[in-house]
C-alpha cells in the first residue's frame, strides 16, 4: 500500500504540465478585437493632435463614411460595382494561370534532375527580380486590356505555387518511396498515390502564398496599366487627394483578397482533412 502511495506520489511529481501563458490562453475573438480597438484608438489620437496632415490620413470617421458611400454604391449596382467585378475578375483568371503553370513547373521540378539541375536556377532568378518593373513591359505586350492585369497577377502568384509544388514532391519519406519500389509501382503510380498526396500540405501552403500576392498583382497592373477596376478608382482618388476614398476602396480589395485566402483555406481542410494548422488559420 505504502508502495502504492509513494508511485503515484512520484507519478505526480514527474508529470509534465505546459505552462501556457495568459496572452496566449486569450480566445482569438477577444485577442483580435483588442488589436483593432488599440489600432483605432491610435489612429484616432493621431489625426486628433494632428501628428499627420489631414490630407494625408483621413480620421477612421471620415473612412467609415466613405466606406458606407462605397457600399451603398456596390449593393445598387452602381459604377463601382462593375469596377469591383473587374479587378475580381483578374483576380480569378490570374490566379487560375498561377496554378496551372505554377504546379506544372512545381512537379517538372520537384520530380526531375534536369527541372531541378536546369530550371530552378533560372525560376530563382527571375522571382529575384522587382516583378512590378514588369508591368509596362505587360502592357507593351497583352495591351491595356485585362490581359495584362491578368499576366501580371499570376507573374506574382507563380513562384510560390512552383515552391510549394516541389517542395511537397520531396516530402515523402525514403520507406515509403522503398516501398512503392519494391511493390513495382511506375513513375506516375508513385507521383500520383505517394508523392502528391503526402505533399499536399506545402502544395497548399504555396497556394495560400500565391491567393495573397495574386491581388497585390492585379491592382498593381491597374495602377500602371490603367483599366476600369478598382486599382484606376484608387489612383484617381489619389490623384484629388481624396485620402478617405483610398481607404475604403483598399478596405474593400483587402475583403476579396481575404476571402480568396479563405477559401483556398477551406479546400485545404476538405481535402487535407489529417493535418491541423497552427499558423495562419481563422479559427474562432
Same mark, same amino acid.
Not at 521540378?109 to 526531375?112: A, F, H, K, L, P
Not at 495584362?148 to 513562384?159: P, Q, R, W
Not at 489619389?238 to 487627394?241: E, F, G, N, R, V
Not at 476571402?259 to 479546400?267: A, E, N
Given at each position: ?9 512520484? /507519478? ?9 501563458a495568459f496572452?496566449?490562453s486569450?480566445?482569438r475573438?477577444i485577442?483580435m478585437? *483588442?488589436v483593432f480597438?488599440? !489600432?483605432i ?5 493621431v489625426?486628433? /493632435?494632428?501628428?499627420v496632415?489631414?490630407?494625408i ?8 463614411k466613405?466606406?458606407? *458611400?462605397v ?8 459604377y463601382?460595382?462593375?469596377a ?7 483576380v480569378?483568371?490570374? /490566379?487560375?494561370l498561377? @496554378?496551372? @503553370? ?6 517538372l521540378?520537384?520530380?526531375?534532375a534536369f527541372g ?9 532568378a ?11 513591359? !505587360?502592357v507593351?505586350?497583352?495591351? /491595356?486590356?485585362i490581359e ?12 510560390p505555387i512552383?515552391v510549394?509544388?516541389a ?7 525514403e ?15 508513385t ?5 502528391l ?6 502544395i !497548399?501552403?504555396?497556394l ?5 500576392g ?8 491597374? *495602377? ?6 478598382f ?6 482618388a489619389?490623384?484629388?487627394?481624396n485620402?478617405p ?6 478596405l474593400?480589395?483587402?475583403l476579396?483578397?481575404l ?9 485545404q ?9 497552427s499558423?495562419?488559420?481563422?479559427d474562432?
Open positions: 500500500m505504502t508502495n502504492n502511495l509513494s508511485d503515484k506520489d512520484d /507519478f505526480e511529481d514527474t508529470v509534465w504540465e505546459q505552462e501556457v496572452i496566449d486569450v480566445p475573438w485577442a478585437t *483588442f480597438v488599440v !489600432f484608438g491610435t489612429w484616432q489620437l489625426t486628433s /493632435f494632428g501628428l496632415s489631414p490630407i490620413l483621413p480620421t477612421p470617421w471620415e473612412t467609415l466613405d466606406m458606407i *458611400f457600399g451603398q454604391n456596390l449593393l445598387s449596382g452602381g463601382m460595382l462593375g469591383l467585378w473587374i479587378t475580381v475578375k483578374e480569378i483568371y490570374g /490566379f487560375a498561377a @496554378i496551372a @503553370i505554377g504546379f506544372s513547373l512545381g512537379v521540378v520537384g520530380e526531375t531541378e539541375k536546369a530550371v530552378m536556377p533560372y525560376l530563382v527571375i522571382d529575384t527580380m522587382p516583378k512590378v518593373a514588369f508591368a509596362p513591359l !505587360f507593351a505586350w497583352l495591351g /491595356f486590356g495584362s492585369k491578368v499576366a501580371l497577377a499570376a507573374f506574382i502568384a507563380t513562384f512552383v510549394g509544388t517542395a511537397g514532391l520531396h516530402a515523402a519519406d520507406n515509403a518511396r522503398m516501398l512503392f519500389k519494391t511493390m513495382g509501382a511506375s513513375r506516375m503510380q507521383l500520383i498515390k505517394m508523392k498526396p503526402t505533399g499536399l500540405p506545402q !497548399f501552403t504555396g495560400k502564398i500565391g491567393a495573397v495574386v491581388m497585390a498583382g492585379a491592382i498593381t497592373g491597374e *495602377f500602371l496599366g490603367g483599366g476600369k477596376g486599382g484606376e478608382l484608387i489612383r484617381v489619389a490623384s484629388q487627394l485620402t476614398r483610398v481607404f475604403s476602396l483598399i474593400y480589395l483587402s476579396v483578397g476571402t480568396l485566402y479563405l477559401l483556398v483555406q477551406w479546400t481542410r476538405r481535402v487535407v482533412f489529417w493535418q491541423k494548422e499558423v495562419g488559420s481563422y474562432a
